[in-house]
Nanobody, 117 residues
Framework: QVQLVEFGGGLVQAGGSLRLSCVAS????????VGWYRQAPGKQRELVAA???????NYADSVKGRLTISRDNVKNTVHLQMNSLKPEDTAVYYC???????????WGQGTQVTVSS
């Protein structure tokens, strides 16, 4: 059974930092691409950062320079270090693992990030 568990969300003041983590089980984690998505109230879910199975990161323009994605294939974990947080970063953050060529993807349950001004 595939399971993704996210943690690390919380309430932080603007300018602060949080580190989100997503732990995967039930899959060969190293062969999956991983993405962090977020969804704010009334808005569509959007991709903020992704990392390929080979470790190449990509970021949405809105978070470049502030968020860093990394993965640890030994611990089946992906991290999202979030610095210089802004109120507009407030959202539920979701982890997704995928193998796009095989149309396989799994989602975590999400973790709330709230940034106060």
């Amino acid at each position: 059974q595939v399971q993704l568990v996210e943690f690390g969300g919380g309430l932080v003041q603007a300018g602060g930092s949080l580190r989100l983590s997503c732990v995967a089980s039930g899959i060969t984690f190293s062969i999956y691409a991983v993405g962090w998505y977020r969804q704010a109230p009334g808005k569509q879910r959007e991709l903020v950062a992704a990392i390929s199975s080979g470790g190449s990161p990509n970021y949405a323009d809105s978070v470049k320079g502030r968020l860093t994605i990394s993965r640890d294939n030994v611990k089946n974990t992906v991290h999202l270090q979030m610095n210089s947080l802004k109120p507009e970063d407030t959202a539920v953050y979701y982890c997704k693992v995928s193998r796009p060529l095989m149309s396989i993807e799994y989602w975590g349950q999400g973790t709330q990030v709230t940034v106060s001004s």
